[in-house]
Nanobody, 122 residues
Framework: QVQLVESGGGLVQAGGSLRLSCSDS????????MGWFRQAPGKDREFVAT????????RYADSVKGRFTISRTQDKNTVYLQMNSLKPEDTAVYYC???????????????WGQGTQVTVSS
């Protein structure tokens, strides 16, 4: 069973960087496509990035393209989100998710982590 745990969130100044990690303690997520989403207070959960099972296909939201990079380890059980040039509008709870398709739609993912808070100060 997929059991996702995010880590790496925190408080950073604008322009800084953070790397989020998403580990699967069930060690079965290698068979899934993985995604990162975020949710700011009072807003809907929004797509950030996704990566295919092979790691070959990646997609990004326009708002993070060129600043964020999604990757996964060779054993495919850990997914990273490298976030550079952070902006205050990146402040949100970040969630990783696992699903059977490469998609930007949150409702098409089957498993979710509990989230990690990212706060970017101006």
């Amino acid at each position: 069973q997929v059991q996702l745990v995010e880590s790496g969130g925190g408080l950073v100044q604008a322009g800084g960087s953070l790397r989020l990690s998403c580990s699967d303690s069930g060690r079965t997520s290698s068979t899934y496509n993985m995604g990162w989403f975020r949710q700011a207070p009072g807003k809907d959960r929004e797509f950030v990035a996704t990566i295919s099972r092979s790691g070959i296909i990646t997609r990004y939201a326009d708002s993070v393209k060129g600043r964020f990079t999604i990757s996964r380890t060779q054993d495919k059980n850990t997914v990273y989100l490298q976030m550079n040039s952070l902006k205050p509008e990146d402040t949100a709870v970040y969630y990783c998710a696992a699903g059977v398709v490469v998609t930007t739609r949150a409702n098409e993912y089957d498993y979710w982590g509990q989230g990690t808070q990212v706060t970017v100060s101006s």
